[in-house]
């Protein structure tokens, strides 16, 4: 995999060097707040005049790529934006590649029957996922996200729950991929937790006003949504989504208010169930609850695209540890075995995009990976409550 996705990136230099990745939305964002342009920030019009002069030579491209994101997160490619476009792109892919040498640093300790088999296996495996090498391809911030999940993981599993509401609160400038998170720590009364969030939120807020203004903040939701109803026209394509909001449009050809009522019942439904069988506190069974929780938040955004699943690597590296050193068994082992080689299979999602052209269906691996650790989990808590009353009886 490794080897295939080095070609993927020689054979589409070309492309790069012209301005076809997402990195070009993040550059915009920093080119409008250096030229004092923050207000028009959400302004198309003015997206595209400033991608057409370093983006020229990208074909067929009759509208902007448009930035998406909080205003917020514009302030962290200024520095970027100040420089020309492809250096720019090569200075954010070495601290994108940082990131992930930091994310595997973080986790090692956590990791040491995978250590043991094989001291690179972790690093290795990130440069073998297909969503990780498409965010380093693509120049986006999901490897960004997946650090600040390893830092709430981290914070969590050593009684440090109000740091993980802090991370979990710089993470929202992909906010569909951290509220149904949220809510499973609001509804388990995780209240410290909570607590970092919302002031993380709060400050974040305060930061969008000052680049764009007040007027800016309250016309970004309006902006948003204007994109998800001209949706092929922005480049948004739900069939190209691997979770419930492309398995509804793509797979069961459901649309309009239906497919809205369906999207939130069943989301509703997979977020009360992991918060009816996670326990937030740090022990054993943390790494299953954390990874279920991050798994269905996937399941349930309402939008996501392949590079997103980067943040799966952080649950799979979990699972992997507990798999290696047999603290999950049948059935549950098996399914997680075969979701993983689904889910780390280029060839299969090159056979979803291009061929089927139904990436959505990728959405079934991931519901599997969710399914067996939900087993795992359920497992481990039946086990847990047997031996408390046996160890009582002994006493």
Known sequence: MIVLHAWMFFSLRREIVTGYPDFTIFYTAGKCIIQGRGQQLYDLETQFTIQ?????????????LPFNHPPFEALLFVPLAGLPYVTAYLVWAVFNIALILAFWNLLRPRLPSLHHFLPALPLLAMFAFFPVITALLQGQDSILLLFLYAL????????RAFVAGLCLGLALFKFQLVLPFVVVLLVRR?????AGFIITACVLLLVSAAVVGWSGVMAYPRFVLRLNRSAAQA???????????????GSLHVAGVPAMLLIITLSIALVALVAHWWRVQPGHQLELGFSLCLAVTIITSYHLLVHDLSVLMLPMLLLAELLVSGQIVAPARFILVASLVALFLTPVYAVL?????????????????????????????????????????AM
């Open 52 to 64: 057409r002069r370093f983006a020229s030579e990208v074909k067929h491209r009759e509208n902007p």
């Open 152 to 159: 709430a993981f981290s914070a969590l599993a050593t009684g």
């Open 190 to 194: 995780q209240w410290k937790a909570v």
């Open 235 to 249: 480049g948004i394509y739900p069939r190209d989504m691997p979770n419930l909001r492309g398995l509804v449009a």
């Open 353 to 393: 995009q291009f061929w089927l052209r139904e990436m959505n269906l990728m959405v079934s691996a991931v519901a599997m990976f969710a399914a067996g650790t939900a087993i795992a989990l359920t497992s481990k808590r039946e086990s847990a409550s047997v031996d408390k009353p046996a160890a009582q009886s």
